[in-house]
């Protein structure tokens, strides 16, 4: 695994938390340490680079805003900053593309526990996944993870690779049941 | 499995690896904001789908980035702690349009039989709260008959929570302390008898906010959970 080793994301985790109450160094700490991260998975997202920086500002803010909400025993924190940062971005490249879609705050209701998992067993699913990842054949990886990379709608993928819409769906949706599977078993 | 069904059943793994746009990514928000259960499936297929992202090296952002996050995050902000008391002030400005929306929603609560035997809306001891979300919608609507002491709570079908957290209501007066006036249980509400020696702190402006407790309520006095909801109570 490259980027965050496990005491940085467990620590990711404590400063998202400190954030909820107001801590303000708290909150630079954490933007220190996942600004980089967040800011490549805008530049996935989005060709612009100050659409990305908008994207990552407005993701940002959000960070300070939902910080309450966020459930550690939930999600893992960099996935829920990523979140964040990937929903703000796509809003924006569908904005951009001439189809927008309504802002609407769907993260800040208030989470429901579907009950406490480790960050160990979720690493042990990260591991997971990322074997059964390697499992899927070449084009079909290419589509689920360049799909997720860039934010692509089936459309865009479709032109990006080249083959028709129904085909890159069916490719896409085959791989996430067998990685769902695969991670499963 | 029709088509239809087919697309429905997608909707939270292509909500969450980003494929979705228009009509279709607009219900995903609605049904994530609002479903328990569909909100689950997206966090799962969110977490699953991480690894995808673990290639991707960290690039640098401007440092004017920072500067205008700090600008739009702490500018508006007097206090050195934007804890609760912050949030607190940013309703206190925000209420002219809470007590326009609780004004109407008390309208619709007045012609409902039960209210119309209640006296008329121009007995000057009622006080209304519009509790909102931070992003500014109405989750619960509380209304206080200061004569009788009771406060009345309706939770708009919109407020979700997990099913083992219980809403418990404060009462944050001007000392910034919160006191409980207690659990909200039923689905469509609560009826709460105050107590009378808290009857001075209903002053017209004074906040109410709901807080998210373990079952029974918050187990210290003060709020132990995330407040997801407030707003100000104002005489009619």
New interface residues.
Partial sequence: ???LGQDQVSSLDRLIERV???D?DA??TL?DRS???L???C???LADRHD??EA??EA??KV???A??YDAE???G??WL??LA??QA?DLA?TRSG?P??A???????????GPMSMAL?RE??AR??AC?AELEGMRRQA??Q???A????QQ?AEALDVPLNTVKTW??RS?LA??EC?AR | MTAAQEEHR?LA?EY???????ER??Q???R???E?VF??DV????????????????????D???R??EQ???ERVTAP???LA?KLSFWRALSAATTAFAVVILLVLLVTPESALRPPASAPATLVASLN???G?AMFVATLDVKRLEMRVRRLPVA??????VPELWVIPADGRPRSLGVIQGAAGARIAVDPAMQKLFQDGVVLAIS?EPQGGSPTGSPTG???WTGALYQL
């Fill in positions: 695994m490259s980027g909820a109450l107001g303000r909150y630079r933007y600004a980089g991260k800011f490549a998975l530049l996935r997202i990305a920086e990552l500002q940002f803010v300070w805003n939902k309450a909400l939930r999600a893992n960099m996935t990523s979140a990937r929903n796509i569908r189809k879609v309504v609407e705050d769907a993260e800040e209701v208030e989470a429901t526990a579907p979720r699913q990260g996944l990322e990842l689920v993870q799909t997720y990379l934010g692509w709608t089936y993928a896409v949706r996430l990685l769902r991670v | 997608w793994a969450a690896l980003g494929v979705l746009q228009g990514l607009q995903a928000r609605r994530y904001a609002m328990p909100r689950t966090d799962a297929w969110q977490e699953q789908l991480a690894p995808l992202q673990e290639d991707v090296q960290p690039v640098e952002p401007p004017s980035v920072w205008q996050i739009r995050v702490f702690a934007p804890t912050e979300s931070s992003a919608k979700a929570h997990a099913a083992d957290q998210l995330p407040i997801p």
